[in-house]
Structures are given as C-alpha cells and as structure tokens.
C-alpha cells in the first residue's frame, strides 16, 4: 500500500499515509520516493547496470541474511539484452528501461488507480475516488499484504498472510502470461498522465507491489533477528480488532518516521545522487531492496522461456519467492498478541481481550472518518466505490485492457464534468482483464497483409505486403464493431488521411476509425462507421484507402483477421 520513496532530486509530493506501503511519488504532501526506488535499484543491480549510486558504507558489504538467494541470469541472457536495449529517459524515476518503467507504472497504479490524488473526483461533490476505488476496499487489502476489517485475531492474521501469497502468485503468473503488446494506462498521483508500458512488464509490477508492502512495518510484523527474512504478524487499516493498526499520521511520513518511508529520518537533509545511498536506507526496507533483486531475476527467467513455457516456470518461480520471503509461522501468528509486549499504541482489542490495547470504537474515533461504526464506515467506502465506478468509463479504443480487481480501465476517463448519481439498483460490471484479439489483416487479393513497411510510426501510410505484417489488437466497440490499434504502439489506430485520396494510415487517435465488420463469406469488409465507406486495396500500388470506391462486394475490399 504506502511504502514512501525518498525524493530529494525528484523533490516533489508522494503518496500521504492514506493506505499504502511504503510511500509513492506523486501523492498528497510533499513526501519522499519508495516503492519506484526499491523498484528500480532492485532492477539495476540484478542486471549489472550503474545505480548512479556508490556508498563504501553500504550495510549489505557485513550482511549474512538478508541478501538475495536467487540472482542468477546466465540462461536469461537474451532478456536481459532485450530490457537493455530499450532505454527510457524518463526523468520522473530514473528507470533507465522500458521494462523497468512499466514495473514502476504498474506498481503505482496499484495504489493509486491513475487518479490525481489531489482532485480524485469530477467534481467537488464527488467522493474521493482515490480512497474508495483505490486505497480502502476489503477486498483490496490483501494487494498491499494486509487484513481485511474483519480479519479477526490470530487466525485473520493467517488468513490474510495466506490470502497475499496467493494473490502474490497469481499476480506473478499472470504478467507472464499475458499478451505480450503496448498498452496505455493513467499513471495518476500528485498529476496524472497518460502513458505507453509493456503489458507484461506493467502486471509485473502488481507484483512487485505486493511483494514489497510485506516488509513495510505499517503493513506485517518483521523482526531484526532474521534480518527481516520471515513474517511474523499482518496488520490492519481499518481497525480490525485483535491486530496492531497502519498508522494514520501524514506528519510521520513527512518526518520520516513511518514505517511506510524507506529512508531514516537523518537523511532528509542529504541532496543529489548520495541521498540515495542504501546506507541512507531504513534495515526492513533494504533487505526488500534485496528480495527485490530476487523477484526481478526470477522474473526475467520466466520472460527469458517461450510462450508456452511460462505457465509453469512461473508457478514455480513465485512459490520460491513465496518461501523465501513471504513466509510465515502458523502457530506463532496465531498466538503472536497473547504476549502483550508484542502489542504496539495502535493496537485494537478483540472481542473478549483484555490488556493493552484500545476498543474498537475508539480506534474508529481516531480515524476521524464520520462515524464510529466499523461496518458502517465499510458501507459508505462500498456506496462511494460504487458511485465512482459509475462515473468512469474506458477511452475510447482502450476498453480491451482492465484491472478486473479495482475493476476499472487501464486507460480510462470520467464520463463528464459534473457527476452523475447511479441508479439505486445499478452495480459495476465485472471487467475482464484482456478482450483484445492480436491479428493480422489480410486480403483476400493475395493473401498479403496490411503492411506499416516496418515503420510503426503516426501518419506512416500502408499496404498490402508480404513484408513487415502489422500486428493490431482488435478492440471490440459494439456488435460486430472495433478499432484496430497497433499492437506494437498503443498510440496508434488503423486509420486514414481526411482527403480525396483516403490512404489508409497510422494515426495517434480512435475518432472516427471505428470499423463495421461486414460479413462477406470467410471473408469481411471494413466498414469506417462514420463514412460508411469500405477499405480497399489497390491492386496496382498495393496502397489501402478508404473512399467510395470501396465496394464491398469487390475482392479488393475483402478482408481476413487471422489471430495471432
């Protein structure tokens, strides 16, 4: 959830302690990098890449736990050769890499969801979206490693550790997985933007936020003794009883002193490239830095096999990963609060307990929320939730990829200015996480493709050729219905220039390049929806248009869409 990131070059506002781990650049307050740095530094090292960081104190040089178990990449060779030569120039998290850039991207969104944290609503009369969406559904607990509301006790504490390796698994696996293409999401924070990620890389980063909220000490119970390698406790956020609690105070993080910001409070006023020296790190939060050197390898391992053979490697793989740092005692989680030491200032009662510790009702009062009624506040966040979700809907050409948790498009936008009120009975559809069909076009002229001459580039004109097929991700609109973005660019849709001549091209934009996909045997037409006209090729030139010379019962206007 909230792990904080230290940002003395970056210099600018993070995450609050909302509900996050270790902090986010991008939130409300001006508050220090985290997660994107734990992210990027973990990258970097595995990879044997300049950090821009030396420090001769580095406390891993007189480390024996702690450290990765797993870096290895000799087989992995050719994935790292290929993260290596797409750079980025980010200049927000010095990633460096396209790949590591998308971890970054889709570790963020896990808190965040693309909205401005700071105007997380349409509207001022909207609820705060952030928090309803984003930050505190039950059911979103488990993706920041912590306890639902009603994770009572020992046993809530197991259930919730349990629930998180699961869903730490499940995350690692299905980046990769998924689809391999470009997709657009909304990196949201204190702005928000609209930017191009690898699919895979972007899941991965799922992952990667699970995994590090573990070791924040807002989040789990680590302890100095094993180096901070086993769980022993899961906390909670909204006052779950028998549980210690994520604490509440923005000052803390601002200060350093929240176990969300990895960096010690004496290093606040360290400026440039040293500030960011791992002696300058908090102990949890660098040997997360190392298990995150772990996950990155065993990540580019899985990427490194073929298709087909990444199902099972990654199972495989995120189990490892599960026993090596994501472990827990049953027996001692279960009995972990009996001893009161073990109980903090946050800690909540369970019903029956005695001791150390304040109520339920208490604890709800220092939320300061409106009410002090656990399940009441519980309905409110899931009417706020449901309200907000109404209000959004996916850009257009970008309904085909979703996060089916928070259940809202990667790419997504607010239905209008002012805010619309759900019908009492309305509830949010299930979003399915990938509806897009990758495939070639081709003609049923010669059975050659629609062609980009190798340049994916905006207004690259195209063609019918046995050379350089385009592959496009067919994006479903309405019946029989889509846009056809390139899957290699997710800037760019099949479209045409708006002149006498039609030629087919690259354009950054889905306005008026949706296609009616008219059955023509086994074969289709492409018809433009706003022109009503046909796509055809010239069997001269092998150029595409779209003009009324198109007709759809002309082989030149007939299409194939082989999936890929």
């Given at each position: 959830?909230?792990?904080?990131y230290?940002?003395?070059?970056?210099?600018t506002?993070?995450?609050?302690?909302?509900a996050?781990?270790?902090?986010?650049?991008?939130?409300a307050?001006?508050?220090?990098?985290?997660?994107?740095?734990?992210?990027?530094?973990?990258?970097?090292e595995?990879?044997?890449?300049?950090?821009?960081v030396?420090?001769?104190?580095?406390?891993?040089l007189?480390?024996?736990?702690?450290l990765?178990k797993?870096?290895e990449?000799n087989?992995a060779?050719a994935?790292?050769?290929?993260?290596?030569?797409?750079?980025?120039?980010?200049?927000?998290?010095?990633?460096?890499?396209?790949?590591?850039?998308?971890?970054i991207?889709?570790e963020?969104w896990?808190?965040?969801?693309?909205?401005?944290?700071?105007?997380a609503?349409?509207?001022p009369t909207?609820?705060?979206?952030?928090n309803?969406?984003?930050?505190?559904p039950?059911?979103?607990?488990?993706?920041?490693f912590?306890?639902r509301?009603?994770?009572?006790?020992?046993?809530?504490?197991?259930?919730?550790?349990?629930?998180?390796?699961?869903?730490?698994?499940?995350h690692?696996?299905?980046?990769?997985t998924?689809?391999?293409?470009?997709i657009?999401v909304w990196?949201?924070?204190?702005?928000?933007?609209?930017?191009?990620?690898?699919?895979?890389?972007?899941?991965f980063?799922?992952?990667?936020?699970?995994?590090?909220?573990s070791?924040?000490?807002?989040?789990t119970v680590?302890?100095?003794?094993?180096?901070?390698?086993k769980?022993?406790?899961v906390?909670?956020?909204?006052?779950?009883e028998?549980?210690e609690?994520h604490?509440?105070?923005t000052?803390?993080?601002?200060?350093?002193q929240?176990?969300?910001?990895?960096?010690k409070?004496?290093s606040?006023?360290d400026?440039?490239?040293?500030?960011y020296?791992?002696?300058?790190?908090?102990?949890?939060?660098?040997?997360s830095?190392?298990?995150?050197k772990?996950l990155?390898?065993?990540?580019?391992?899985?990427m490194?096999?073929?298709e087909?053979?990444?199902?099972?490697k990654?199972?495989?793989?995120?189990?490892?990963?599960?026993?090596?740092?994501?472990?827990?005692d049953?027996q001692a989680m279960?009995?972990?609060?009996?001893?009161?030491?073990?109980?903090?200032?946050?800690?909540?009662?369970?019903?029956?307990?005695?001791?150390k510790?304040?109520?339920?009702v208490q604890c709800?009062?220092e939320?300061?929320?409106?009410?002090?009624?656990?399940?009441?506040?519980?309905a409110?966040?899931?009417?706020e939730?449901?309200?907000?979700?109404?209000?959004?809907?996916?850009?257009?050409?970008?309904?085909?990829?979703?996060d089916?948790?928070?259940?809202m498009?990667?790419?997504?936008?607010?239905?209008?200015?002012?805010?619309?009120?759900?019908?009492?009975?309305?509830?949010?559809?299930?979003?399915?996480a990938?509806?897009?069909e990758?495939?070639?076009?081709t003609?049923m002229?010669n059975?050659?493709?629609?062609?980009?001459?190798?340049?994916?580039?905006?207004?690259?004109?195209?063609?019918?050729?046995?050379r350089s097929?385009?592959?496009?991700?067919?994006?479903?609109?309405?019946?029989?219905?889509a846009?056809?973005?390139?899957?290699?660019?997710?800037?760019?849709?099949?479209?045409?220039?708006?002149?006498?001549?039609?030629?087919?091209?690259?354009?950054?934009?889905?306005?008026?390049?949706?296609?009616?996909?008219?059955?023509q045997g086994?074969?289709v037409?492409?018809?433009?929806t706003?022109?009503?006209?046909?796509?055809?090729?010239?069997?001269?030139t092998?150029?595409i248009?779209?003009?009324r010379?198109g007709?759809?019962?002309?082989?030149?206007a007939?299409w194939?869409?082989?999936?890929?």
């Amino acid at each position: 959830m909230k792990i904080k990131y230290l940002c003395s070059i970056l210099a600018t506002m993070t995450i609050s302690s909302s509900a996050t781990a270790f902090t986010q650049l991008g939130g409300a307050g001006i508050m220090p990098i985290g997660h994107e740095w734990l992210t990027r530094t973990s990258a970097l090292e595995v990879m044997g890449q300049d950090t821009k960081v030396s420090d001769s104190s580095d406390p891993r040089l007189g480390w024996s736990s702690g450290l990765a178990k797993a870096v290895e990449l000799n087989a992995a060779q050719a994935e790292v050769t290929k993260i290596l030569s797409n750079t980025n120039e980010d200049g927000t998290y010095w990633s460096e890499y396209d790949a590591i850039y998308a971890a970054i991207v889709g570790e963020r969104w896990v808190d965040i969801a693309g909205f401005n944290v700071t105007n997380a609503s349409t509207d001022p009369t909207g609820p705060n979206c952030f928090n309803a969406v984003a930050q505190e559904p039950a059911d979103l607990q488990q993706d920041h490693f912590m306890r639902r509301y009603d994770d009572i006790g020992g046993i809530g504490g197991v259930n919730a550790a349990k629930r998180a390796q699961a869903r730490f698994i499940n995350h690692f696996v299905n980046a990769a997985t998924a689809e391999a293409k470009k997709i657009k999401v909304w990196d949201g924070g204190g702005y928000a933007q609209a930017v191009e990620v690898d699919h895979n890389y972007f899941l991965f980063g799922r992952a990667v936020h699970l995994f590090q909220d573990s070791f924040s000490p807002e989040h789990t119970v680590r302890l100095p003794a094993d180096n901070y390698e086993k769980i022993w406790q899961v906390k909670a956020y909204l006052c779950s009883e028998g549980a210690e609690q994520h604490t509440h105070d923005t000052k803390e993080a601002l200060n350093y002193q929240s176990g969300d910001v990895i960096w010690k409070p004496e290093s606040r006023g360290d400026t440039g490239w040293q500030a960011y020296k791992p002696s300058n790190i908090k102990p949890v939060a660098l040997v997360s830095l190392e298990a995150s050197k772990d996950l990155w390898a065993a990540f580019i391992r899985t990427m490194a096999l073929p298709e087909e053979e990444r199902r099972v490697k990654a199972q495989a793989e995120a189990q490892q990963l599960v026993h090596n740092w994501l472990s827990f005692d049953e027996q001692a989680m279960l009995a972990w609060y009996a001893d009161e030491a073990k109980r903090d200032h946050t800690y909540v009662l369970a019903p029956g307990e005695s001791g150390k510790g304040k109520t339920l009702v208490q604890c709800m009062e220092e939320l300061n929320v409106g009410t002090t009624d656990q399940l009441a506040r519980v309905a409110q966040l899931e009417e706020e939730r449901r309200h907000c979700l109404y209000n959004v809907e996916a850009e257009e050409g970008y309904s085909d990829v979703n996060d089916p948790l928070i259940n809202m498009p990667y790419n997504w936008k607010w239905k209008s200015l002012t805010w619309k009120t759900p019908p009492a009975d309305w509830q949010p559809s299930q979003l399915k996480a990938d509806t897009g069909e990758a495939v070639h076009i081709t003609s049923m002229l010669n059975g050659h493709a629609i062609s980009d001459s190798g340049n994916t580039i905006k207004n690259q004109a195209l063609v019918i050729s046995d050379r350089s097929p385009l592959a496009f991700v067919k994006v479903e609109t309405g019946t029989n219905t889509a846009y056809f973005r390139t899957r290699d660019s997710a800037e760019l849709f099949l479209s045409y220039k708006s002149t006498s001549s039609g030629d087919a091209k690259l354009w950054t934009s889905p306005n008026q390049a949706a296609f009616y996909l008219q059955q023509q045997g086994s074969a289709v037409n492409l018809k433009n929806t706003y022109w009503e006209q046909y796509v055809w090729a010239n069997p001269s030139t092998s150029q595409i248009h779209l003009t009324r010379s198109g007709k759809a019962h002309n082989t030149n206007a007939q299409w194939q869409l082989k999936s890929l």
